[in-house]
């Protein structure tokens, strides 16, 4: 059975730091990734990490979010510094068997994305 854990999330204020660690069960993903959706706004992909290593982000976080595999198998963290109040959000991590899906998600969409775990809220105060 595969399951996605996520933690990390909390309360903090603009210009801190947090860091949020996925671990995923049940299968060896070709890709995982972040989305992130706030509070009337359409849910977006943050960014995207394959087993080799290769990242890809969103424009508005680039040079403040970083992801990397954690130590085991199937984890990744998402290091967020220098947080501003347009982050706030639920953060969902999310796995993909499919090659090609962490490049692909960002031009066509969730479709390429087999499995989400049930989201951590971030919330940055001024």
């Known amino acids: 059975q595969v399951q996605l854990v996520e933690s990390g999330g909390g309360l903090v204020q603009a210009g801190e730091s947090l860091r949020l660690p996925c671990a995923a069960s049940?299968?060896?993903?070709?890709?995982m990734g972040w989305y992130r959706q706030a509070p009337g706004k359409r849910r977006e992909l943050v960014e995207t990490i394959t087993t080799g290593g290769t990242t890809k982000y969103l424009d508005s976080v680039k040079g403040r979010f970083t992801v990397s595999r954690g130590s085991a198998a199937n984890t990744i963290d998402l290091q967020m510094n220098d947080l501003e109040p347009g982050d706030t959000a639920v953060y969902y991590c999310v796995a993909s068997f499919r090659a090609g899906a962490a490049t692909a998600a960002f031009r066509d969409g969730a479709m390429w994305w087999d499995y989400w775990g049930q989201g951590t809220q971030v919330s940055v105060s001024t």
């Open positions: 049940g299968g060896n993903f070709n890709a």
